[in-house]
């Protein structure tokens, strides 16, 4: 009996890959909106209007868009986010199939954009807050806990335009009033909330492709991070005020790393690597102050960050309840040349021969999310969810509409097997959201063929379909899992 009695089964989601309805009821467009749809190898592009008022794209890159330019939504280009699955119309429909799968709890964010239509009004758009407040009276008609993140990537546009988004102090304020909004609205329907979803990514993805980065741009990285990590503390402090219940987590992208060899340079460029790409932002929101090493990675990259003194009492006083993760893969490093390299997105680096890699070229590696949660803990000491994981794969529609998806229950089966053996170990695991319980539209790729979902939706990358839903074979099989609390994984 590993899993807790009352352990949170479920799904995750987020805002600006399942609600659609980007631009009704008077949502404002989010950085999200004017993205490309991309495949594995063609990355996503960012469309905007040069300072000489051409029509552009180019990739989604750390630098942004070249001076003078302004983002915009361009004839001849797809963005599905625009529609993403229509949650916004569907919701009643899908929350009806996540119950039906026996549901303890839901992971879903809240677009900012959809409360700040710029994200710098004074007060919030009343159809957003209406909206939200009858997903979560609609969840709670099942009993359903939602599990709520306040920023999942989707900065309102005006504020990247306006301030250059993150990398400009203003943004601390304006997420506190946005996250201060939810608080008060929300106090009663929502109890658990994650503060910046996968906050790592932001200096994790800056050069792990080999791409041309400038110290310019760990400046801005490190700074961006600095800014999200005092306003994930503020909002911390604002979240216990307002009602003591609420717990407060952060969100990692958790990723594990390997050496390839036993070349001592390889060890210890592995641990460097961890502290960089994941113990750096866990530390700070955990502990409530940057960890010995940010001074040599600062270093290493010319970096000088403007931290004022209230910051370092902000983050002392608004450290995180518990520490959330998603989990997809792990990842190879060495100082040594390779040539057996796996490509493919977020993936890059050497291939691991002990591995089986997806169509999306990422290694799946139950054992290392055993590894990545006894690690954590120990580190941490607090209770630990897992908040996404999952396998984005193709899926077939049979004559008979039935879909079969013996490769994603499998997935699914060895990573449960990896958390109970992680709870006999001594683990305080307390949820387990997968990643797009319903398909939607892939973060990386824009793509919907990218599927993670017990529940198919009816939309293809050209932009048809009718949206209808069905179960996949893998619905039943996690019906029985939550039903048996995680013993019958048959
Ligand atoms: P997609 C990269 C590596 C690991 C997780 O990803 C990542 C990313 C960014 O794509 O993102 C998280 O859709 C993220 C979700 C995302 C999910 O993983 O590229 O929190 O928004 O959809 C899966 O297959």
Redesign the pocket.
Known sequence: MSFLKNFLWGGAT?AN?CEGAWNVDGRGPALTDVKTGGSVNSPRLVTYIDKDGNPQAQPDMAGGIPEGAHYAVLDGYLYPNHDGIDFYHHYKEDIALFAEMGFKTFRMSISWSRLYPNGDEETPNQKGIEFYRNVFNELKKYNIEPLVTIW??DTPLYLEEKFGGWKNRKLIDLYVRFAKTCFTEFKGLVKYWLTF??IN?TIMFLDIFGQKVTDTDFQNAYQTLHHQFVASAKAVQIGHEIDPDNKIGCMI?GITFYPMTCDPKDILLNRHTWEKNIFYCGDVQCKGKYPTFAERLWKDRNVKLEILPEDLEDLKKGTVDMYSF?Y?MSTVVTTHNVTDTVSG??SAGARNEYLQYSD?GWATDPTGLQYYLEMMYDRYEKPLLIV?NGL?AFDTVEENGSIHDPFRIDYYRQHIEAMSKAIDNGVDLIAYTT??CIDLV????GEMR?RYGFIYVNKQDDGTGDYSRSRKDSFYWYKKVIASNGEDLA
Do not use: I, L, M, V
């Not at 892939?442 to 790729?445: F, L, V």
């Open positions: 987020a890959q999942h990537f979803n996968e990514n992208c998603s997809y997105n977020f999306w996404e984005g990643w797009g892939s973060a990386g790729t990218k």
